[in-house]
């Protein structure tokens, strides 16, 4: 007996067998992974999740996984902090910043790729491959150099210069496309349609998306087995958003824990915001637009899970939130000067969301929020160099003295 029953299309339900496939045949539906929670059920405990690795596969149970060849380079088991400067300034007294930043890649982006590859190790794939906003890249190109796969990856060459040398150094084969994302992803169907490679976001794409669960495992299990009272998510495709949310329901269809009722908020820059627009206009599919953003890590215009998001924010009770790029990089400094934090512009559209929520009563000061930090500043400094005052003196204390106006 398997945990893991099918891929079900999560549009007419139809049933498939666990192979590399993401479309539905008769709806066109993405398919997902559908597991025997009864059966796990009688596996898990939180007894045996806390004696299990300090890595996503603590959660192995809950993950599509079969194999004992588990590809994992240390992701995942990131800090939950407590942040109590921002809070203050913010006016929130229990406010947390999910640190994700600092998972081997920089990014969260390691949770999904370190599912996706060890999901291709066990069908025999060679190649691993992938289309990327900048943060994937480097996460494929990681795992596939410790899995020993041939890798390759496709982007829209006007990314930060960062993410793709943090990509380079692991050896893919890297393709610019003159191109914007949505652009750059029809030709990665077109070479999955074609080619036998895993690319983990088009024919892995339902086993890939498993591993953004584990953001909400990690987040319940370091709250001491409960879940928070607000989650303020990032959104590219929407997938991380709808799977925190999944990971939750499954915690308690599994006896994990109580009742789970999180409001799932969800932020995306204001230049490419197309699902908080539907949602705020009360529309149910999310129309596509041309993404002109800092903020390219969450620049795709035509989002894959933009109507499970839309269900997602409307089951929960969540709000949307869209930030203007000079709010984008507010909200770096402020969380870089209150707690330490240097994040990319995903995160300081997180940011700067909570701000905005707190500020409209729609996080009260005593509840408990979730702030999602999925990526590292590092990769995005350009934002902020201009920012840079430097203090300049002679290697002379005479100067020096001057300069800084001491004794
Ligand atoms: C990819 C990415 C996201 C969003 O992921 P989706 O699941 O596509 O919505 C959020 N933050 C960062 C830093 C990312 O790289
Ligand atoms: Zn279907």
Redesign the pocket.
């Known amino acids: 007996m398997s945990r893991v029953k099918s891929l079900k ?6 049933e498939y067998p666990i192979e590399p496939i993401n479309v ?6 993405p ?1 997902e992974v559908d597991y025997d929670y009864d059966l796990i059920r009688k596996n898990i405990s939180k007894d045996k999740i806390k004696s299990g690795p300090l890595t996503i596969w603590r959660y192995k149970d809950l993950l599509p996984i079969e194999n004992q060849n588990i590809i994992d380079i240390g992701t995942g088991f990131t800090p939950l902090t407590k942040a109590t400067n921002l809070g203050n300034h913010l006016g929130l007294n229990n406010l947390y910043i999910k640190n994700d930043s600092v998972n081997p890649t920089y990014s969260f982006k390691d949770r999904v790729v370190s599912v996706a590859t060890t999901k291709a190790v066990e069908f025999e794939f060679k190649t691993l491959a992938c289309v990327s906003t900048g943060n994937l890249m480097g996460a494929v190109a990681a795992h596939g150099a410790k899995a020993g796969m041939e890798t390759v990856v496709l982007f829209p060459s006007n990314l930060e210069q960062a993410k793709i040398v943090n990509s380079s150094i692991y050896g893919p084969t890297l393709v610019a496309i003159h191109g914007t994302y949505d652009e750059v992803n029809r030709l990665g169907s077109e070479i999955a349609d074609n080619n036998p490679w895993a690319f983990v976001n088009i024919n892995m794409r339902p086993f890939y998306a498993e591993g953004s669960k584990t953001l909400g495992y990690e987040v319940a299990e370091q709250l001491d087995w409960s879940v928070p009272d607000h989650c303020i998510v990032p959104a590219a495709s929407g997938e991380l958003h709808t799977k925190i949310w999944k990971g939750f329901q499954e915690m308690e269809e599994v006896g994990l824990l109580e009742k789970v009722n999180s409001k799932m908020h969800l932020a995306q820059a204001l230049g490419c915001s197309p699902i908080v627009k539907a949602y705020n206009n009360n529309e149910s599919q999310v129309t596509p637009v041309k993404p002109d953003t800092i903020v390219k890590s969450l620049a795709i215009g035509n989002p894959a899970a933009g109507s499970y998001a839309l269900e997602t924010l409307k089951e929960t009770s969540g709000a949307a939130v869209a930030i203007s790029d000079p709010k984008v990089i507010e909200g770096i400094q402020l969380l870089a000067e209150t707690e330490g934090i240097f994040t990319e512009t995903a995160g300081g559209v997180v940011i700067s969301a909570v701000k905005e929520l707190a500020e409209n009563g729609i996080i009260k000061p005593d509840e408990l929020a979730v702030a999602y930090i999925t990526g590292n500043g590092l990769k995005t400094f350009e934002v902020v160099e201009s920012t840079v005052e430097s203090i300049y003196s002679k290697p002379d204390y005479g100067d020096l003295k001057k300069t800084l106006n001491l004794k």
């Open positions: 299309c999560r549009e007419c339900g139809e539905c045949e008769f709806c066109f539906g398919l």
